[in-house]
């Protein structure tokens, strides 16, 4: 999501997260630091150990707040909406495909899935991070495991499918288009690979 | 790959590949800075810049030496060796689930693809190394995509599959597994979406 502050009427803390979410989702955990958030949400330096005691702890509650507004906004819409499990699942890809297509029309830059990207940078180095990062992950997949048990009750799926499995297999091709699309600033191959791909589990495919 | 260098009777420039390559896939790329670099390699400060004019130079070498391996010892051998498509698949992940565990026994963390988790870090950032990293997935998916082609010309492959957007699925599929396996720093994910998600390609599944 790109998101331009400049409300200065929204608190400090709130303007903080804002500019931190944007910054570390345009370049890089490690490549943004603390005086550049500050001065992107226009709050001093001394102010922002106030609010946060370290950049990490300012992550992980932007963590919060991304993971909060995406399952408000995106997954709750798209897997509660009452469609078919198909179309749920075909909509979480063509979502992607859509909000980062925008990214790039207005940054020059596809910018990739900030919980993915955040993960491979800092998992091995930050481990409140990588443990938070987790359940993200964990809870993303719950929806898809749920749309492929409604379609297994309904014998819409390929016989014999494990849909826990399925579930993460899903959310790793997803994760891994959306790495792709950013390696080659170009999102074509997420309408494409969601054709061939997730099509073959479906019974009519 | 870990790799613990301590031969002095490599020269400097070989020690310097060796030690920005275990440090950058150890942590990440902005957190190893060419100190840590240098005294990992045994190399004064100084003699780095003779070598090298920047750290981004040195991961670009980095870069292709890790291909060329990464190629001549596992996807030559993988890929090359005259085993069914579906086999040769199949191996590929098998590779990265033996090779993601072992690191995981001898260092503690799933470190994931050291190509993957660069070109999530640094892609927006470093147009370099982005576009050196695009060239990695592209070659990478040739290997894929000419099994998927063998496959379909003996008639083993499901009908009307798109061999180019499925070569890049299985890329996907395999990037965002190791992205998952840092992120649980677990890597059990691997083998029970190989059985799941690749076998579903193949007409006699």
């Known amino acids: 999501m790109v998101i331009e502050q400049t409300d200065t009427d929204r608190g400090p803390r709130d303007r903080l997260l804002t500019a931190a979410a944007d910054l570390v989702h345009a370049y890089s955990y ?24 370290s950049k990490q702890a300012l992550i992980l509650a932007v963590l919060e707040e991304n993971w909060e507004s995406f399952t408000r906004d995106v997954l709750d819409p798209i897997f509660g909406g009452g469609a078919p499990p198909n179309e749920r699942i075909a909509a979480l890809f063509e979502f992607a495909f859509a909000s980062h297509t925008e990214i790039k029309r207005q940054t020059g830059h596809v910018r990739g ?14 481990e409140p991070l990588r443990a938070r990062l987790l359940r993200v992950f964990e809870d993303w997949t719950a929806y898809l495991r749920d749309a492929l048990s409604d379609a297994q009750a309904s014998g819409a799926l390929r016989d014999g499918i494990d849909v826990d499995a399925t579930a993460w297999g899903l959310l790793s091709c997803l994760q891994g288009l959306l790495l792709i699309s950013k390696t080659a600033n170009d999102t074509s191959i997420i309408p494409r690979v969601l054709e061939e791909v997730v099509a073959h589990l479906w019974r009519e495919a």
Chains 1, 2 share one sequence.
Do not use: M, N, W
């Not at 993915?116 to 940078?121: D, Y």
């Open 30 to 53: 490690r490549a943004v630091g603390v005086q550049a958030i500050c001065d992107r949400a226009g709050v001093k330096k001394g102010s922002f150990y106030h609010f946060f005691p």
């Open 113 to 126: 899935c900030p919980f993915g990207s955040l993960a491979a940078e800092a998992s091995t180095l930050e």
